[in-house]
């Protein structure tokens, strides 16, 4: 069991983790009086302005980051028609440090925020862009993602305007002095170094610490910069619903009434002294809307529980109880940016006040206050120089490495073919199943006629047999008809006249045969309709028979539904495989482009060509006629040397590579280094926008 503070009640490892504080927390004497020379102030201010001309934004990264947006733009202006693209945070308030994020706000009522942010993230993530993480349950919902080329970090948020005056505002507190900037970007620089600007991680966020440096500002004594949100004529604004003022002053340097001259260096030891010694937020809640703290009683701000104590001493509380280390947001003012901490990390930034202070005391410098506590939290350097590291690569290990992505991308490739195979199949598969099913139906359709008609054939059959079961055919009965009729109606040979008696068989035949001719004509109908229906039972039987062979016997796969899920299935397998071939096919282009350019540089031809573009002309073949060894002994024993010599011989390292021949030895070596000069890592090209 690990042994706690009886004061605090922190467990060992808490009381290592925060030693400064528990320190301040268990003594009596609560602050430690600051004995910072004016040596070390002079030495912050010159090495935090050091730090700050480190991070002018490269033309090359500006570039860049316009390219994004304009690019995001143009796609947005396609998909979400009538939206507006705004940029807003640190890259348009110039409070910004050379590795901060952009931030970009979409305006656009067409759609639901959180359905608009859907399809910018699987729309980013068909770009290939890496880190797309949609956060949907902030307080602002945004899109994150890293742009591959550059790892400059882009955040999307959608109808936040308030954020877009909020900026307005700190860029008008950076206009104030020209010691804003680099103060602000001081401490936003130390809290990130040292893993407190992170609202992810539970500790404040950027924009929080550039309000908790701001109202620093206006507090020290004589302030450096005014309240801006000060003045008689309010300018009150309804956006979504909510007014707000949005009130900013129009010459706020006119609001001074003292001028303030500290050095960046001493403002930074008094912002640190006062939070180390005397921790505001107890009582206190940062306003820079009202110039100075605020009493948590007057924002009706009071802390809630469980506090801070409590809850890190709880080792199953995650949660800190709400208005911990309150700052109001400037518009929003019932907006609390500490609701995103959470007790390890407010303690972490306690922790990290004393740290700073305790450094300063020490006469410690820069790099120690700001030493980087989890590198990889921090991005510090957004690449922009898309060969940056190729450059200092062996040509055969660029070739090599190129080598095996190719392969790699061959077996991706062909896992890929594969499994697009096998979902074509599949799709088939369901198709046909379908099919069957649909032919099932028919063949049902079919038999089902079948039945009826067998039984009215039965039936007609039994009419027809009934009718007439020896069976005469008609046509008989008919010329036997007019032969009779013919008999009876001929003229009379008074030779031969018939006896009585056959003239009565004659005419019994005669109604014989007509009563004969009745049936046989009733057994002809019927007959006929026996020979039809038997003519449509057999097309039935055919048709069935048809039906029957068109349909595939493949009932044993399953259900098509089954083929319908495994096509799903192999496309969602097959989704992160294409977004990898894009990556792959990418760096193999990369890789590629650099060998051709690191190619074209050391040819002969370039090398040509770049002496003829430093203007040096082409008197390359004149010089190689020439012996330079031999114009270098010569001009060194002070001996004769024409037009062309000279020439050759400045253009050859003019008369310092004379002594520098000499003293570096052979013609090989100074080839050697001559070499060097004009690998592809020298030279403008390199930095061209080209490369960006
Ligand atoms: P960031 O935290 O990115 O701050 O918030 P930043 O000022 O741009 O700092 P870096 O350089 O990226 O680290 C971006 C913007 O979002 C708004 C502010 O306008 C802020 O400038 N914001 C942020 C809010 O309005 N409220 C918040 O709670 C956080
Ligand atoms: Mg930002």
């Keep these: 069991m690990s042994k706690t503070c009886e004061i605090t009640g922190f467990t060992n490892s808490q009381q290592e983790r925060w030693a400064l504080t528990h320190g301040q927390l268990t003594s009596n004497s609560k602050s430690q009086t600051s004995e910072i020379s004016s040596t070390v102030s002079e030495k912050l201010s010159k090495e935090v302005l050091q730090f700050i001309s480190s991070q002018e934004v490269s033309k090359s990264i500006t570039a860049r980051k316009e390219g994004i947006i304009k690019d995001l733009k143009k796609r947005f202006d396609i998909k979400f028609r009538g939206s507006k693209l705004t940029t807003f945070g640190s890259s348009k308030s110039g409070l910004g440090l050379r590795n901060g994020d952009v931030d970009l706000c979409l305006e656009f009522t067409g759609e639901k925020p959180k359905k608009v942010l859907n399809k910018i993230a699987r729309m980013l993530r068909d770009d290939g862009m890496e880190d797309v993480t949609l956060i949907a349950h902030a307080k602002v919902p945004i899109v994150k993602f890293v742009d591959q080329r550059s790892k400059i970090p882009i955040d ?32 936003k620089h130390w809290a990130l170094h040292r893993g407190i600007c992170n609202a992810a991680y539970g500790t404040f966020s950027s924009y929080a610490w550039t309000l908790i440096a701001l109202q620093s500002l206006q507090t020290t004594k004589p302030p450096v910069v005014a309240n801006i949100q000060q003045g008689s004529k309010r300018n009150l604004k309804v956006i979504e619903g909510t007014e707000y003022d949005l009130t900013m002053h129009d010459n706020p340097r006119t609001l001074l009434e003292e001028n303030n001259s500290q050095s960046v260096g001493e403002l930074l030891i008094n912002f640190f002294e006062s939070f180390s010694q005397n921790w505001p937020w107890d009582e206190k809640v940062i306003s820079i809307r009202s110039g100075d703290m605020i009493a948590r009683n007057k924002k009706k701000w009071k802390q809630q529980k469980p506090h801070i104590l409590d809850a890190v001493i709880d080792e199953n509380n995650l949660r800190l109880g709400k208005h911990s280390l309150p700052i109001e947001d400037p518009f929003d003012t019932l907006h609390d940016l500490s609701r995103v901490l959470r007790p390890e990390g407010a303690m972490d930034i306690r922790e990290e006040f004393l740290r700073a202070f305790k450094i300063l005391n020490e006469g410690g410098n820069w790099n120690k206050l700001t030493k980087t506590k989890f590198p990889e939290l921090v991005n510090d350097s957004p690449n922009t120089d898309l060969f940056e590291d190729l450059r200092m690569m062996e040509s055969q290990d660029v070739k090599d490495k190129l080598g095996e992505l190719q392969s790699e991308l061959s077996v991706l490739e062909s896992e890929l073919e594969i499994r697009n195979n096998e979902r074509k199949n599949a799709i088939d598969m369901s198709k046909a199943l379908r099919k069957n099913a649909e032919l099932q139906k028919e063949e ?27 069976y005469i055919p008609v046509y008989w009965i008919e010329n036997e008809m007019s032969k009779v009729f013919e008999r009876l109606t001929e003229q009379v040979d008074l030779m031969r006249v018939p006896s009585l008696q056959k003239e009565k068989e004659l005419f019994s035949w005669f109604f014989e045969l007509q009563s004969m001719y009745e049936h046989s004509k009733k057994t002809r109908e019927l007959h006929n309709e026996f020979k039809k229906l038997l003519r449509e039972q057999k097309n039935a039987l055919s048709e069935l028979e048809n039906v029957k062979d068109s349909g595939n016997d493949i009932s044993v796969f399953g259900d098509f539904a089954n083929f319908d899920e495994l096509a799903h299935k192999l496309l969602l397998e097959m989704n992160p495989m294409h977004n990898e071939k894009r990556k792959l096919k990418r760096e193999i282009g990369r890789l590629e482009a650099w060998l051709r350019i690191s190619s074209r540089k050391n040819s002969p031809k370039e090398r040509f060509n770049n002496k003829k573009r430093s203007g040096r002309r082409n008197y390359t073949k004149k010089r190689n006629d020439i012996n330079m060894a031999e114009v270098k002994s010569r001009a060194a024993s002070g001996g004769a040397l024409s037009l062309s010599d000279l020439d050759a011989l400045l253009n050859s390292g003019g008369i310092s590579s004379i002594t520098n021949q000499q003293s570096n030895g052979s013609n090989r070596d100074k080839k050697k280094s001559k070499k060097k000069n004009i690998s592809p890592h020298r030279g403008n090209r390199g930095r061209s926008r080209k490369n960006i």
């Design 444 to 470: 049902n359709k079919i038999a089902n006629t079948l039945k009826p008609r067998r039984e009215k054939i039965e039936q007609v059959k039994k009419q027809r047999d009934s009718v007439n079961n020896n």
């Design 156 to 187: 999307i948020s959608i109808n936040n305007s308030l954020a877009i005056y909020n900026t307005k505002l700190l860029k008008a507190y950076s206009d104030c002095d020209s010691r804003v900037r680099p103060f602000v970007l001081a401490i």
